[in-house]
Each structure stands twice: as C-alpha cells, then as structure tokens.
C-alpha cells in the first residue's frame, strides 16, 4: 500500500465533495454561474466517460484510498495521471479554496511517486530530462540561452525575464519578441542565461516534487542572485510554477512574479507602447491557457492587449475566460500518456475556434500554441508577445 | 478477478465501455447523499436501447441485478442491488436528441441527456422544457422520470406544475429485455406526439418507478415557447407573521391566470437563531415586460389585501431571494454534505403541516444543531399545492452526525408522510420510508406487478420495501 501522507493531509478535502456532477456537466445559467459551461471534463468527454475519468469519481476514489479499499493499481494510476488538470471542474464547483479537486489527485500523484509506483513512463522520461539537462526536451543546457544572441542582455538587474524552456528552444521568437517590446518601452532588462532552469511545471503535477524542489531552490536562488525585484515571464506554466508553486514551498520569494501581458498592458495604459497595425490577421480570437487563467485568474490584460491594435477585430469563442476548454497539452500529462486524447482535446478546442470565423488564435503560453498548431488545418496561432511585437513593427 | 460477465458485457457494448476495476466501480457506489457507499460488481456502458435490452437478456439468463444509473444525483441512497455482483447500467453515453419537433412541440430524447443541456438546447431554438430550475444540473431526462418521481421542475414549476405532466412518451427495456413504447406511439404508425394512448397511460408506470419495472432509454417531452422577461422579487413578514404570509403566498397561487412561475416561503430552520423573517419570493416571467408588469401588479394588490403587515422587500430578503434563485444546491460546494428533506402536501394543510413539521425536528435537532444544520424550512407552491421542504447539510467525516442526518432525514419524512404527505424525490432510503405508508392493497399490487413483469427479480431490487 502506498503512502498515504500527502492524501491524508487533505482528508477534509476530499469529503466536502457533494457528488453533484457539475464537474461533468454543467449547463445552467441561473445567477451564481455567469456562463454556461456545457461538458467539463475534458477526459471524460474523450475517453470511455465513466465516472473515475471526471472530478467526483476522482474524489470518491480518493475516498476509497483513504479507507483502504483498494490499492494504487498500474490502472488506476494511469487515470490518475491522464488529465491536464485544466481545473475547469474547480471553476465550476466554485468551491476553493475549501474544495479543489485537482489538488486531491496531485496529492494523491506524490503519494504514487512516493511509494515507487509513478509517475508512469512517459512522465519519468520527461523528469529525467529534466533533472539531468534543466530543460524539457532534454536539449544542452550549454544551448539554453541562444536565443539571446546579439541581444547583449545583461545578467542582473530590476527586472528579470525568465523564458522557460518553450521559448528558450523552440520558440525564440517568444523571447526575442518579450525583449524587444520591453526595450522599446525604455526597460532594462536581465535574464539568466544557461543558469536558468526549468521551471519544473511537469513535476508539480507528476508528482516529482524532489525534482521540482530541486528546480524551484536553483531558480529562487539564481533570481537572488540577479537583484530581480520583478520577474516577467511569457509562459503561463513558468508563472503559475514560480507565482503559486514556489512560494509554497520556499515561502515569500524576494520578487514579484508577473505575466508579460500584464507588464505590457501597464505599458500600453501608459502610453509607454504604442500599437501601430494588425500583425497580418485582422479577426482575432485568443485562448485562455487553463494555467494563466484558472491558476493565475488573469483573463483582462491579454484582451487589453489585443483590442488595444488597430485594425484587430477580438472576437470571443463561446467558452472563455474561466469556462475556457484546455488545449489538452497542460503540464505535458494527457500528451504524455495518451497523446490521441490530447489531440481530440486541441481539435476541440480549433473547432471552437473556428465557430467564431477568426483568422488567428492569439494565446499566451507556448505549450498552449504546440498543442493548438499540431490540430490538422489549424487556423494560424500566435502567441502574444509575437503578435504585440508584430503590431509595433519590432523586428525580432 | 473479473466479473464473470466481464466478457458477455464487452462482447455486447465493446470492451471500451465494461469496468469492473475496484476503483472504478467504487466511484459507482454512492449518488449525492450521506448514505453508505454500495458497489456494484461491475459497470457497463450501452450506446443504445438495443445494447440495453442485450444487457438485460444477459441479466436475466445468469439472474444477475441491475441497477439502472442516470446522473446519480438523488440525496436519499444508491440502491444496493446485491453488493459486489450487480451490473451497473450508465445511461450517460445516451444522451443524443432524437427528434425536435417544433410544429408538434416536442422533442425526443435519451434518457442520458441532462436535463438542462436539453434545456440550453432548446432555449437556442426558441423553446423550453420543465428542466432547468430543480435538480441539479447533471440530473438526465431518465433520472427524472424515474428516480425523481417526475417531480424535476421548470423555472415555472408553480405555474405549471411537475415533470411528469409534460412526459408524452417513453421507450422502455422492460425486466426480460423486450422494448415497448409508450404513450401516443404505442401504435406503431403513430408519432410520439401525446401522452393519450389507445389505451391505459402505460407512461405513468415507469414515472417515479425507480426503474423497478424497466429501463427508460427516450423519452419524449413536451416543449414550451421561452418567456425571455423576468422579474423577482420579495416579500418579508416577522417572525411571528408566519400565518400572515402563508395567507398571502396562498392568495398569490390561487390567482388565474397563473402569477407566479416559482413562488416559495423561506423563513429559518432549527440551525438559525430565532427572530428571523419568513420571506415569500417569486419569479414572474412572460412573452413581454409588460405582461411581466402587469403580473408584478398584481401580486402587489393581492398581498395589499390579504396581508398588509408586512415588511415588504428588504436587504435580507433579497439576498435569500438571490440565493434560492441561484439554486441552493450550489451554496453548499466545499461545505459538506447536502440533504433535503421535502414532501408534497395539499395547500389546505400545509402551513398546520409545516409548523408541526418544524417542531418535529427542532426536538429531534436538539443539541445537534451544529452538527447536523438544518438551515431553513419552506414550502415551494406547485399547482395549488405546496411541497414542504428542509434544507440540512453533514459533514461526512462525523460518524456520528452523519448517522444521525440519515435518521433525521428517514425520520422526519416518516413524519409527513404519517400526516398526509408524500414523497416527490425518490432514492432507495426514501423509497423504503415511503413504502411504509402504503395502503396494503397498493403494496400488493406492486408485488403482483413486479411479479409479473420482472420474475427473476433482476430490476433494481429491494426499492419500495419489495425483495
């Protein structure tokens, strides 16, 4: 039997659930809930849809563990770890802080990793790269910073950018775009160069909290180390790792964490910045990531951002902001361990997309923009930064 | 070691959608109550009748119980079947809709569908079905019908009355697998277009039958025009007007046309300090706003006559009004468990019923008001009668509170029932307590018909004191 510590200790928890099911559907638009939010469960909706693949099934075998009932089985591990954890249940149960239920899986996922029985294959692959190169894709850590080439950026300084791994490998042009549209506006900005590691949003939610540990003191200490007193970040996963992870862990960091939508809507507001054309599409729609809205509860900002361009039509799908359907690639799990899953959950989401009669998707975390592009005949998407970048002209 | 119709099962509905998994079957074991978990041995679901009525032949030949799931939402206990050996059906993977038929005003559906995806797809269109206000969301078209005893309600539901009165038909797998239609198309050349048959209203015998009888897999439901205009409001009385606003709330009822779509008296439960206001609220809706002003009007008149002490809307008032509006259910995410005790009554008896009622359990409460609150007692008007209703909630991890919710609960409907109420929600616990109050001669006759219909006793067993 596997420990039960992590579980135990949100006991409370996991029997304030009702069993009422609105985490698997929930249409209703009476007061409390301003949208309707139809399906909810990702999972549920793509995979055989029985109750141990929605919250409240989740919750009752949580219930199940702690009254020893049944072991941690190879299968139900499985479904344990098969969910982006895109928390639109917790946004429907309007229940946090006292009910949250992807909290009762993620302890239950420590108690797994703790006992020797996870995290499944898939995940243990993308920890080991993790821990042995600090990056995801288990590319050289020596190649972290290429993307700043020719940019001169300094290593310390006020205002730090922390790219993460997406922007810092395959994504450049994320980071080259946040730099230039912070130089414009007349800031000064540092960045870590190789020193900067992952920010281990895979081991939160896989439950290698010894990796993420290992992640989160390395980076909280290199940050120091900068003299940040403000850390900016493009990435939705890195904000919510190093805005809601680390300070449970290390507790009150010695800087602000922010998303660079924010900074660039102060800029914006300020007139520090100012948009000047469409970056080619003119009818827009943008994509809450599950972790810069339901973690982070920014949604303003980014539409700030985008009506903020002439020439840009923003038209909403019909789930936004909190009721938004994942991408199906959060923290790497579902892409992990069922990528055909994750694949129907991003087409989901392009037919959502495309109801609309956008041109473009905009969104706001690169993992979010891999998951989207993979979808056959995608519209275009773009993340923010790239666009904001593009609207002034920035050549990046 | 698997289920031993694990096999049969998968052969039947694909091997995708049987689970006899320990953990997967325990999620299985509960609906949204205090009540003791009960597992099923295994889990299966079908995509249509046709893989129903297979699944019942096979229940049948190896004398295996079934236990039929809908949205498992009912608060008064999962049936039990026969623990670790029954065939979980869930219906939740049926849940297309059928027909829409506007010129008929009806729509077709599985029984899977939730009842308020039914209703958002059909306010898309213009119309409306009695399913959006009560139970909750994730309650089906087939759970309403039979474990709700009909009794789910529209936003109108004191205008219009219950579910039940607006089921026109139903396709039902009965105990040895066959499949019958009921209603207006019980003639196979017929539409389902009426709840009128050729014959006796085969339709009401599956409506509140906790599928004792059969497997509901469509039904069919009539469909209203949506009023878009809508008006709320409050009415506050004092503490000690109680019979004032009973008086008034009735008068408001009593008027034709019909006022009120939702009209309700809140006034405190055993758990809140004493002193605290009766509140009458309603909903007023119409085609425009005028018809919904002229209604407001009204109501305003007719409490000017009838009641003329009170306090009108006040701050309080409206947040209730807010509240109950809002759906209670809701409020008590991450708090606990929550509990209903309701009980329809005729209007002529319901305030005498509702006093004693409320005595009763503030002596059964007594010294557990903390434990086991109880946090308002009420009486939601439905077509000139009232159905009476206390709101509590438990913690689960109280042993003790919960037991003595479950006793309360059984308790306090043993109560009405014993004083001329009946049940509207219906759940094994429940369903027991209301088979106590039934005349003998009805007992039998539910003996004989399931007899008749389900010799191998494989339906949903041990429901309604039967074995």
């Known amino acids: ?396 | 070691m698997k289920h031993p119709l694990y096999s049969a099962l998968a052969e039947i509905v694909g091997p995708k959608y049987v689970t006899d998994s320990d953990f997967a079957v325990f999620a299985y074991s509960n609906n949204s109550s205090q009540f003791p978990s009960r597992v099923p041995g295994i889990v299966v679901r079908p995509g249509s009748t046709e893989e129903v009525s297979r699944i019942v032949k096979l229940a049948n030949r190896t004398k295996t119980p079934i236990v039929p799931r809908g949205g498992a939402c009912s608060y008064g206990g999962w049936p039990e079947g026969e623990p670790g050996r029954s065939i979980c059906v869930d219906l939740t993977r049926m849940r297309r809709i059928l027909e829409f038929n506007p010129v008929n005003k009806t729509v077709t559906v599985e029984a899977g569908i939730t009842g308020t995806e039914l209703e958002t797809r059909m306010r898309e269109k213009g119309f409306c079905v009695h399913t959006i206000f009560s139970p909750s969301d994730s309650v089906t078209v087939g759970g309403m019908i039979c474990g709700e005893s009909g009794a789910a309600a529209g936003r109108d539901f004191s205008a219009a009355g219950m579910d039940w009165l607006f089921t026109w038909g139903l396709k039902v797998v009965l105990p040895n697998g066959e499949i019958i239609q009921t209603g207006s198309g019980i003639n196979p050349n017929a539409k389902n277009h009426s709840r009128v048959s050729s014959g006796p209203d085969l339709t009401g015998l599956f409506i509140g039958s906790m599928g004792i009888f059969g497997i509901v897999t469509e039904a069919t439901l009539q469909l209203f025009h949506w009023q878009g205009h809508e008006a709320v409001g409050s009415i506050a009385f004092a503490h000690d007007r109680l019979d004032d606003a009973h008086r008034a709330m009735a008068a408001m009822d009593a008027h034709e046309p019909k006022l009120c779509s939702t009209l309700a008296l809140f006034g405190p439960g055993p758990a809140m300090p004493p002193g605290q206001d009766w509140v009458i609220m309603y909903r007023v809706t119409g085609f425009t706003q005028e018809e919904v002003d002229r209604k407001l009007g009204a109501i305003g008149r007719i409490v000017k006559e009838t009641s003329p002490v009170n306090k009108g809307s006040t701050p309080q008032s409206e947040q209730m009004t807010d509240f109950y509006m809002a759906r209670m259910h809701d409020s008590a995410h991450g708090h606990g468990m929550w509990f209903m005790i309701e009980s329809l009554v005729p209007r002529d008896e319901s305030l005498r019923l509702l006093k004693e009622s409320l005595d009763w359990l503030k002596r059964e409460l007594a010294g557990w008001e903390r434990r086991v609150p109880v946090f308002n007692s009420s009486l939601f008007a439905q077509l000139d009668g009232d159905v009476i209703s206390y709101h509590g909630m438990v913690d689960l991890l109280d042993a003790e509170a919960r037991e003595k919710a479950i006793a309360v609960q059984k308790g306090a409907l043993d109560f009405l029932l014993g004083k001329g109420g009946n049940i509207i929600v219906l759940s094994k616990d429940l369903c027991d307590v209301g088979a106590r109050h039934f005349r003998p001669e009805c007992a039998a006759m539910l003996r004989t018909l399931k007899a008749a219909l389900d010799p191998n006793n494989i339906m949903n067993p041990h429901i309604f004191g039967l074995p």
């Not at chain 1, 929605?54 to 009932?69: D, F, N, P, T, V």
């Not at chain 1, 089985?73 to 917790?90: F, G, H, I, M, Q």
């Not at chain 1, 010894?210 to 003191?217: H, P, V, Y």
């Open chain 1, 1 to 396: 039997m596997a420990s039960q510590s992590k579980l135990e200790a949100l006991k409370s928890m996991a029997y304030l659930c009702v069993q009422c099911g609105y985490c698997r559907e929930k249409y209703s638009d009476t007061v409390l809930t301003t949208l309707p939010a139809y399906r909810v469960c990702p999972v549920r909706e793509h995979s055989a849809g029985f109750e141990h693949y929605c919250a409240r099934g989740k919750i009752k075998i949580a219930q199940g563990i702690l009254e020893g009932r049944f072991p941690y089985s190879e299968e139900l591990v499985s479904v344990l770890y098969t969910d982006p954890d895109c928390k639109l249940c917790s946004w429907i149960c309007h229940a946090e802080p006292r009910l949250d239920p992807p909290k009762i899986w993620r302890a239950m996922r420590e108690d797994i990793v703790a006992a020797g029985f996870g995290p499944p294959e898939p995940l243990k692959q993308i920890d080991r790269r993790v821990a042995e190169k600090h990056n995801v894709f288990g590319a050289r850590p020596d190649r972290r910073a290429r993307w700043a080439a020719g940019l001169d950026l300094p290593r310390t300084g006020e205002l730090l950018y922390f790219a993460g791994c997406h922007a810092s490998y395959p994504k450049p042009e994320i980071a080259r775009s946040v730099v230039a549209l912070l130089r414009t506006a007349g800031l000064d900005i540092a960045y870590l160069g190789e020193d900067e590691w992952c920010c281990g949003v895979v081991q939160w939610h896989d439950g290698s909290v010894e990796i993420a540990r290992a992640l989160a003191e390395h980076n909280v200490e290199a940050i120091r180390r900068s003299g940040a007193r403000r850390v900016v970040t493009a990435c939705a996963e890195c904000l919510k790792s190093l805005k809601i992870e680390y300070p449970a862990l290390v507790g009150k960091l010695p800087f602000d964490v922010v998303h660079v939508s924010e900074v660039l809507a102060e800029l914006v507001a300020g007139g520090k910045i100012v948009p000047q054309r469409a970056p080619g599409e003119r009818k827009i729609t943008y994509h809450d990531p599950c972790q810069l809205g339901r973690y982070c509860n920014i949604y303003d900002p980014p539409r700030k951002l985008l009506t903020g361009i002439p020439g840009v039509e923003l038209v909403e799908m019909r789930r936004h902001r909190g009721n938004a359907w994942c991408c199906g690639h959060g923290a790497d799990m579902v892409k992990s361990m069922d990528p055909g899953m994750a694949a129907a959950i991003a087409a989901d989401r392009m037919s959502e997309a495309r109801e609309t009669g956008a041109e473009a998707i905009v969104t706001a975390c690169p993992r979010c923009i891999e998951a989207l592009e993979r979808v056959p005949d995608a519209l275009k998407v773009y993340d923010l930064s790239v666009v904001m970048a593009r609207a002034m002209g920035l050549e990046i």
